[in-house]
T-cell receptor
Framework: DAKTTQPNSMESNEEEPVHLPCNHS???????IHWYRQLPSQGPEYVIHGLTSNVNNRMASLAIAEDRKSSTLILHRATLRDAAVYYCILSLVGGADGLTFGKGTHLIIQP | GAVVSQHPSRVICKSGTSVKIECRSLDFQATTMFWYRQFPKQSLMLMATSNEGSKATYEQGVEKDKFLINHASLTLSTLTVTSAHPEDSSFYICSARPLVSGNTIYFGEGSWLTVV
């Protein structure tokens, strides 16, 4: 699996936007970019995924660089409930393998 | 979103006994289910991949005779930790890839196993 690089931790204030970066310089043309988050003592929760174009859903937005070597997860207005570890993961389109988790970014939200 | 449920959420067992954890996809059929283990302050580690009706594929270093996986139907997979020891105490998480639109994998809530 192509690897991703994320900052170990980030801090933000409540009700402000948060931009979580992810580098994936070895991404292939057939790799999806997935984002999951994990709250303490819970299983990972799907956030968003994309291939080439930017994506929006009710939870977040995903901005993908034109060369696809990096992406940014955007939480438009962070709440305390968004405090979690965020994982950026690549997976093959149509692949059957499980997801490989790195260390992710520990997002801290200050009230 | 799709729901994956695990049971039990917490279990305590005595050393040397076996314990079974169930993973169900509640509102979709899953071609493939995955089992992960997570130790405190660490990331998730993939243990094995199971496909309905066939033998599970284990990751390197995971003992297949110790961690028995059964994938009896398109909505149920079970993980049995046999002859459990305290070092098997961990957070076990399953996930499932939908039969239809399988680009996204959904995770269960996790099961805490404590072996005493």
């Amino acid at each position: 699996d192509a690897k991703t690089t994320q900052p170990n931790s980030m801090e933000s204030n409540e009700e402000e936007p948060v931009h979580l970066p992810c580098n994936h310089s070895t991404i292939s043309g057939t790799d999806y970019i997935h984002w999951y988050r994990q709250l303490p003592s819970q299983g990972p929760e799907y956030v968003i995924h994309g291939l080439t174009s930017n994506v929006n859903n009710r939870m977040a937005s995903l901005a993908i660089a034109e060369d696809r070597k990096s992406s940014t997860l955007i939480l438009h207005r962070a709440t305390l409930r968004d405090a979690a570890v965020y994982y950026c993961i690549l997976s093959l389109v149509g692949g059957a393998d499980g997801l490989t988790f790195g260390k992710g970014t520990h997002l801290i939200i200050q009230p | 979103g799709a729901v994956v449920s695990q049971h039990p959420s917490r279990v305590i067992c005595k050393s040397g006994t076996s314990v079974k954890i169930e993973c169900r996809s509640l509102d979709f059929q899953a071609t493939t289910m995955f089992w992960y283990r997570q130790f405190p302050k660490q990331s998730l580690m993939l243990m094995a991949t199971s496909n309905e009706g066939s033998k599970a594929t284990y990751e390197q270093g995971v003992e297949k005779d110790k961690f028995l996986i059964n994938h009896a139907s398109l909505t149920l997979s079970t993980l049995t930790v046999t002859s459990a020891h305290p070092e098997d105490s961990s957070f076990y998480i399953c996930s499932a890839r939908p039969l239809v639109s399988g680009n996204t994998i959904y995770f269960g809530e996790g099961s805490w196993l404590t072996v005493v």
